[in-house]
């Protein structure tokens, strides 16, 4: 959270409709002030390119027991993992788990067997290839994709956020004139300033489609990054 130590002691705020709102400055333990505020929320989004995917594929096996299910794994996560790496991909995690399968009828629900699941995921900053990493993985033997992930690197993603808190607090500001000039009043400096964020810094891939020669190509979306303020400015 960015934050300018510049709060009043003792502000008494009264809020309107659009989150704007006016105060007067208690005098409180600090010298007290002559001037009127205006309190003001606004926000901000920007959109990035994503430049880190992660993509995680499975090997799925079933049998009456879970020894079977076991066995019967369609492929080797071994041999998806190195087949991931050779296409230049960071394998980050490698996951397995055996649980029940179970089937809905008339009758209720029956269990029908056990279900294996042996999941290989891997990311690079290379956003282009995650449907080169999913033919090969499938070549290597994984049967399921689980999904696709886009994000931003810690660089960009904070790249974006400044951007994006820039534009917010010049948001802030026409709003304040805004209101200001309605009581035949200026804005002064900032008071007060609180800043929060709720982007969505991870976007999924919605189609995978194959193209010409049969090889899977992924167009990923942009991943948003959103900026709040709160602003409270002096009226001269």
């Known amino acids: 959270m960015v934050s300018r130590p510049l709060a009043i002691a003792g502000v008494l705020t009264l809020l309107v409709a659009g989150g704007v709102g006016f105060a007067l400055a208690d005098t409180g333990s600090v010298a007290p002030s002559t001037n009127s505020t205006v309190s003001v929320d606004a926000d901000a989004t920007v959109e990035r390119a994503p430049d880190r995917a992660t993509v995680a594929v499975a090997a799925v096996g079933r049998g009456e027991t879970a020894e079977a299910a076991r066995n019967n794994l369609s492929g080797d996560a071994d041999a998806i993992t190195s087949a991931l790496e050779d296409e230049g991909a960071t394998v980050t995690s490698s996951r397995f788990q055996i649980r029940p399968e179970y089937e809905e009828s008339r009758d209720g629900r029956e269990q029908v067997g056990y279900v294996a699941i042996h999941t290989v995921e891997a990311e690079t900053s290379n956003v282009s290839t995650a449907g080169t990493f999913i033919d090969a993985a499938v070549d290597a033997g994984a049967d399921r994709v689980e999904g696709v992930r886009y994000?931003?690197?810690?660089?960009?993603?904070?790249?974006?956020?400044?951007?994006?808190?820039?534009?917010?607090?010049?948001?802030?500001?026409?709003?304040?004139?805004?209101?200001?000039?309605?009581?035949?009043?200026?804005?002064?400096?900032?008071?007060?300033?609180?800043?929060?964020?709720?982007?969505?810094?991870?976007?999924?891939?919605?189609?995978?489609?194959?193209?010409?020669?049969?090889?899977?190509?992924?167009?990923?979306?942009?991943?948003?990054?959103?900026?709040?303020?709160?602003?409270?400015?002096?009226?001269?």
């Open 151 to 236: 994000s931003l690197s810690e660089e960009t993603r904070q790249d974006a956020r400044e951007e994006a808190l820039t534009t917010a607090m010049d948001n802030a500001r026409t709003d304040a004139e805004v209101v200001a000039a309605a009581e035949d009043r200026s804005v002064g400096d900032a008071v007060t300033v609180q800043t929060s964020n709720h982007g969505r810094p991870v976007v999924y891939a919605e189609a995978m489609v194959a193209d010409a020669g049969g090889r899977t190509n992924i167009q990923p979306g942009e991943v948003t990054v959103d900026a709040s303020v709160s602003v409270t400015y002096e009226l001269e």
